[in-house]
């Protein structure tokens, strides 16, 4: 994730590139419905909606990349994930061991540098959380991203552990990411609850009381796509942005941006700023009907590649959890949202709140169970299935 670009950096991104395509994110769909379908049923008894997010985020890119479903979070390797990005965010922290401001202490007798211990530790942590996750993947039934991966040209030439790597991370990175901006949507609920019953009565119009709103569904739902892109705008879960460096020199406004300088794209700014957005801090989906904005993902070489995965997972969850239930705060009063309520650090996610979830009718919680029930729960058949729809689409699976 924080290769610097370059040849390897380009190597590795045409590895993953195939999977992560437009075309290809389109095939996931299927692990994707079992997820959400999984979700509704959670949060028929379960209030615990942080959990239940990070087990929709977490089982939708474990299945893809390993064939692993994600059900409990007592899984070993969604613990271990946890403790090794914790340690990450630790050591990303700039001023958590002296090394940060004197570099030279690096050269200290190994006795007299400790963190570097601790950092090889965490390594081989982590490490060995992608080989295994990759190699029990290898040995599952059905097609995964781990077989895919294994047999492309690009990896001819590398190691087991860095394919794993690449693996790995791309699953880290979709799970925390995913959870936290559905935690937002929970938010947005209680703290502008006004927009709900249009968004309601879309899905009322378009899909009626008898089945869960699907895939075809989310073309007929305009205002249903505005909440999801209002979402992403309202608030950003990375608002201080990723730093990045300029490869060349470049002019903006008449300023020379030299070659190598740093840049920060600071989401916070843009999203919030009143003079493109009237009323920034109001979660208002009309400001979004009928556009979209693509850099809620980043930008350039390093624009997230799990783009197109999240923006499906994102709009299938709100338009199920929309059409399904009433989501209010535990007393029914709107709440007001201010900075505190929000984490600090890179990625920024709002710190634990409470929501109800109550199901629209009986009809509708009859739904969520009789489709929650009847769907193909085997991850290695729905992974055969998405193999042949990514042939069908005219693309070429590597395994
Ligand atoms: C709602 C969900 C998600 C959001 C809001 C999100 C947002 C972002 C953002 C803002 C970045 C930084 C881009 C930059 O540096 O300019 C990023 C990077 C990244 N994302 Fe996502 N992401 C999401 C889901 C996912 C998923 C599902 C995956 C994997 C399947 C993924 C994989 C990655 C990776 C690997 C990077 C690092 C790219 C690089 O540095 O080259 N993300 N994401």
Known sequence: MFKPLGNDFLLHQRLEAPVLSPRASACYTSIQDLESKQLLNNLLTSNDFAKQFELFAA???YSITFGLRIVTGEEWQIQTSHECLENFVHAAQVGAWMV???????????????WQQTAERWYEKWANLHITNMRDALKRDGWNWSKDFKKANEAKNMTDMEVAWDLGVLCDAGVETTSIQLQI?????????????????????????KRLPDFQDLEKLPYLQAVVEENFRWRHIVPAGVPHATTQDDYYKGFLIPKGSVVVPLFVAMRQDEHVFDDPAVFRPERWIGKSSPSNFGYGRRVCPGRFIARNSMAIAIARMLWAFDIRSKDGARITVNERMYTAGLVSGPKHFDAVFTPRSEVHKRVIESSYKSVNKNVAHLLDEVREKLVSTGLSPRA
């Open 59 to 61: 089982s939708v890119v």
């Open 185 to 209: 949507f929970v938010q947005a609920c209680l703290a502008y609850p006004e927009w709900i019953p249009k968004a309601q009565r879309e899905l009322d119009d378009v899909v009626g009381d």
């Open 100 to 114: 940060d401001a004197f570099p030279s202490l690096n050269y200290l007798p190994r006795i007299l540098t400790p």
